[in-house]
């Protein structure tokens, strides 16, 4: 027998439960604030997940690891993965409940209520990728719990806006939810978040039109997931008091902001060109850009590695692949979230690397069009990159990064 075949396994199966260690940060923070007494334990969170997370994810690497297409089945199968996204939910709430009693009666300075809103709007933004995850799937039950993990945010809505919308027109001026080269985060921010708004009403609308319904009805999947949102502060209104509503407001303004933000950095620049019949190109792993970061992998159930999950979205994320063809960020999510709200560190890491995608031409890039004539002086002066063709690219089933030798178990 050949000694190049090797089992298979998932590296990191035991490792994907840290990404539960997010929601598990509040009462941490709640141990330490009753300790010490002092409210700057409620900055604990922002602190581990901007400031901890990159460090570890710098010191640890990559890991381009991809499962063989052969044993896709049985880990798509395999319950262990999904029951981890399910467990985000009660931790996410019991987190939210936590920081809404401290609210109403933990008597806080502002440094430490402001914490207290961070903390849990980060919790909950987070709680927006795991919505992610299950809201691309077909079963009934991950949608619902989709809609649960938005409702603390208010941003319901994107369950349509996203899986409709933006997986639609990804990569094109049309997208609220594609950065434009040389937008900055601020700019793109009250585009993205009015203009998905106003995106998923207009597709529930036309779906319900067509089928000869008022969009002012229960079948409205933008007005249900709002009205949960609406019961949910309901209910903790009731049961903190009238000025739980104002840390709510707050923290699903942090919380929906680094979605945002997330999105801001997952296109950034990247444009899908126009075929000979005038319709834009299929989706492929060029029109995302990808990091195959260990740490923030795990924490944020491979959302990183976004090109094969915009080429394939009903892959679950214990089977996203890394491609050679897709475009790669200088680190992880943790560390590119804190450099977008920077704009001119932002520009300074990203912009030559969108140049650079495109060989150095500016018309095939997305651009912002008041920054276009800036780009355009700087393009001249730049020479083509390796990042990755710009070209055509082989088909995602075939171009997927290789390693190791054949493997034929997924064992855990």
């Not at 027109?169 to 900055?184: F, I, M, W």
């Not at 990042?387 to 995602?396: H, Q, T």
Request: positive net charge; proline residues 8%.
């Amino acid at each position: 027998m050949g000694t190049d075949t090797v089992p298979w396994r998932d590296t990191r199966k035991p490792l994907w439960p840290l990404a539960l260690l997010v929601p598990a940060l509040p009462f941490l923070a709640w141990s330490l604030w009753h300790a010490t007494g002092t409210g700057w334990a409620w900055w604990l969170t922002p602190a581990v997940v901007f400031g901890v997370i990159p460090v570890v994810d710098l010191l640890i690497g990559d890991d381009r690891q991809n499962p063989p297409e052969e044993l896709v089945p049985a880990l798509q199968a395999d319950g262990y993965y999904r029951w981890l996204t399910y467990l985000y939910l009660p931790a996410q709430y019991a987190a939210l409940v936590l920081c809404c009693a401290v609210w109403t009666h933990g008597g806080l300075s502002w440094p430490a209520a402001a914490g207290l809103v961070a903390t849990i709007g980060v919790v909950d933004g987070i709680a927006i990728n795991t919505a992610h995850e299950l809201g691309h799937k077909r079963e009934a039950v991950e949608r619902w719990l989709s809609r649960i993990a938005l409702a603390p945010t208010g941003y319901g809505h994107f369950h349509v806006e996203h899986n409709r919308g933006h997986h639609t027109r990804v990569a094109t001026p049309e997208d609220p939810a594609s950065s434009r080269l040389g937008e900055t985060f601020w700019a793109f921010w009250p585009r993205t978040v009015w203009g998905s708004l106003r995106s998923a009403w207009r597709l529930e609308s036309s779906r319900l039109r067509l089928r000869g319904r008022t969009p002012w009805t229960w079948r409205n999947d933008v007005l249900t997931a709002w009205a949960m949102t609406v019961l949910l502060y309901a209910v903790l209104a009731v049961a903190f008091g009238p000025q739980v509503l104002v840390f709510l407001v707050l923290q699903a303004v942090v919380g929906f902001s680094l979605l945002e933000v997330v999105n801001y950095l997952e296109h950034y620049g990247l444009a899908r060109q126009r075929t000979a019949g005038g319709r834009y190109e299929k989706v492929d792993p060029r029109h995302s850009w990808n990091s195959d970061r260990t740490v923030t992998n795990v924490f944020l159930f491979q959302l990183q590695r976004h090109s094969d999950h915009h080429a394939n979205p009903l892959r679950r994320y214990q089977t996203l692949r890394s491609f050679d063809a897709s475009p790669q960020l200088p680190a992880g999510y943790a560390t590119m979230v804190v450099a977008a709200l920077l704009p001119p560190v932002w520009r300074r890491a990203m912009d030559h690397r969108v140049l650079a995608h495109y060989g150095g031409d500016l018309e095939l890039a997305n651009v912002h069009p008041p920054a276009r004539e800036r780009l355009r002086r700087r393009a001249r002066g730049a020479a083509p990159g390796p990042l990755s063709p710009a070209g055509p690219v082989p088909d995602p089933a075939r171009g997927p990064r290789r390693a190791g030798p054949t493997r034929r178990s997924a064992g855990g």
